[in-house]
């Protein structure tokens, strides 16, 4: 629990003392784990596995997918503070193992540990820029450019191979999910990103080739005209 990002410098006292109040949960690949109305209730930590918090429009069954976590990553911050239920779910992408508590205990320690504010404001502004970059994304450019960012977000910067962590090995659905599109969108810009020798996708393998270009690609800003398949996952 040191390593995550919420408790990453607290006290070994501290981090002993709320381990007390944590109740380790397990659930299969595939299961929901969170119900939207239960976000204001029920705080998690992941510490095995991966999870994603999806937004679902029940009208057209159309989904986005707004955060995928790893180990160390919590959810639903924003109910802590604002103690509404929030339209996401949370499902399993892995066989995960989960450590829950309920939010209330979270917002004592909110309220009565400021090391624990120390960490957690920050984790939660980062979460906020991560929503706002979404926003931008969707609102400013085009598939191509959303998936190649997409693709940077998880470039492990300490791999000298540039390999690609959280999302790799996800299926072009779930990669698609990411980005607001359709699977053949997704599918259809991944196989661009081939040919032009940028990545490399093998069995689910997601490899970054070109680093350079890559970057290249995530900064070119200008909107590009939508083509049909676009429109598909407008």
Known sequence: MSQSPLFHGCDHQFLQDRLLHLEPVEHSRGDVVLEAQQTKD????????????????????REITLFL??????????????????NLSAEALDDVTLLSAPTEEIR????????????????????????????????????????????????????ANHEVQLINNLSHEELA???????????????????????????GNLVVKDLDALMKQCDFTIPMPPSEDDSLGA
């Open 108 to 159: 004592n320690w909110i309220a009565h540990h400021p090391e624990f504010n120390r960490t957690f404001l920050p984790y939660l502004g980062r979460k906020m820029s991560m929503l706002s970059e979404l926003a931008s994304d969707l609102t400013l450019h085009d598939t191509g450019i959303r998936l190649a960012r997409l693709i940077l977000r998880h470039v492990d910067p300490e791999s």
């Open 69 to 86: 976590l790893g180990p160390g990553e919590a959810f639903d911050v924003v109910s802590l503070l604002d103690r509404q239920a929030h």
């Open 177 to 203: 999910n990411m980005i607001g599109t359709v699977r053949v969108v997704a599918n259809r810009q991944i196989q661009n990103l081939k040919r032009r020798g940028i990545i490399d996708a093998r069995r």
């Open 42 to 61: 029920t705080f998690f930590i992941v510490v095995k596995g991966r999870v994603k918090l999806v937004s679902r429009a029940e009208a057209n069954e």
